[in-house]
């Protein structure tokens, strides 16, 4: 009798070591990703959408080969119309760096939203960004994390376009929104 307790408390003990910890998690079965930037005559949208589907861990720092890498070709972005499709290609340097890409280095929950850092890649240049926050909303039943990230073309190391399209000239400011949509 006294064995077979020895032998349920080791078993119990290692089986605490060897099986991972309830992790929470989130299920990412799409993303969207828009970059807009202020005009002299209104703003513009560049916008890339993928159904992209991953599994994130929170809580710790996701391993490089498990990061969700949201690789975006950058002739895929929709600006509108043709001719800012090609400013904004010619802008980010398509021929020499043709994607741009996100990816989730940690994730972790802060209340009801989230907080995390990411790697941008942008023209051949790796941005990191920390405490991105995300916040948590719905429409129309879908659910989604939304950030909004806030760059300069000049902390990326490119320079505006002067004239999109030969109509107008292109703000400094950047805005990149990160959308990531979750299984509720």
Not at 2 to 8: D, K, M, Q
Not at 16 to 27: H, R, T
Not at 38 to 60: E, F, H, M, W
Request: glycine share 6%; charged share 20%; net charge positive.
């Amino acid at each position: 009798m006294l064995l077979a307790r020895i032998f349920l408390l080791a078993t119990s003990m290692l089986s605490a070591m060897v099986l991972p910890k309830n992790e929470e998690f989130v299920v990412i079965t799409g993303n969207r990703i828009t970059v807009a930037a202020g005009t002299s005559l209104g703003n513009i949208n560049c916008a890339y959408t993928s159904n992209q589907k991953d599994t994130l861990v929170l809580n710790r720092q996701i391993a490089q080969r498990d990061r969700l890498k949201m690789t975006i070709p950058v002739k895929s972005f929709n600006c509108g119309n043709i001719l800012l499709n090609k400013d904004f290609e010619k802008t980010l340097n398509a021929s020499q760096h043709p994607y741009t890409k996100i990816e989730v280095v940690c994730l972790r929950r802060d209340g009801k939203n989230y907080k995390g850092n990411l790697n941008l890649i942008i023209a051949g240049k790796t941005i990191p960004l920390q405490n991105v926050s995300f916040t948590t909303c719905t429409i129309n039943g879908v659910s989604n994390l939304k950030s909004n990230i806030c760059l300069n073309f000049s902390e990326i190391g490119l320079t505006p376009p002067k004239k999109m399209g030969g109509l107008f000239k292109v703000e400094d400011e950047l805005q990149v929104m990160v959308e990531l949509q979750i299984a509720a």
